[in-house]
């Protein structure tokens, strides 16, 4: 089992910075991929950014995010800058590996981004 908690969520002016973490405890590894997902009022869920020897971002944050990860630490980050509006959504942290491959996910840090 694996178990995800997200931190640093919270509101923040458009054209600020956030940065969000995520503690993995259990049998995580540093093979399992991890990453960050969102979802705003009314919309599905979202990728954001995944790291897993490779890195990939959602289009719409590529440029102003950054996702990193802490293999000793087994904690993920997420740094955002120059955040809009758009960007306002639950952060759900996630990730992929062990026997079955099975999927985790954290309980989720809300993100408010508005003047």
């Known amino acids: 089992q694996v178990q995800l908690v997200e931190s640093g969520g919270g509101w923040m002016q458009p054209g600020g910075s956030l940065t969000l973490s995520c503690a993995a405890s259990g049998s995580v590894s540093s093979s399992y991929r991890m990453g960050w997902y969102r979802q705003a009022p009314g919309k599905q869920r979202e990728m954001v950014a995944i790291i897993s020897g490779f890195i990939i971002y959602a289009d719409s944050v590529k440029g102003r995010f950054t996702i990193s990860r802490d293999n000793v630490q087994n904690t993920v980050y997420l740094q955002m800058s120059s955040l809009k509006p758009e960007d306002t959504a639950v952060y759900y942290c996630?990730?992929?590996?062990?026997?079955?491959?099975?999927?985790?996910w954290g309980q989720g840090t809300q993100v408010t981004v508005s003047s």
């Open positions: 996630y990730a992929r590996g062990g026997i079955g491959n099975s999927d985790y």
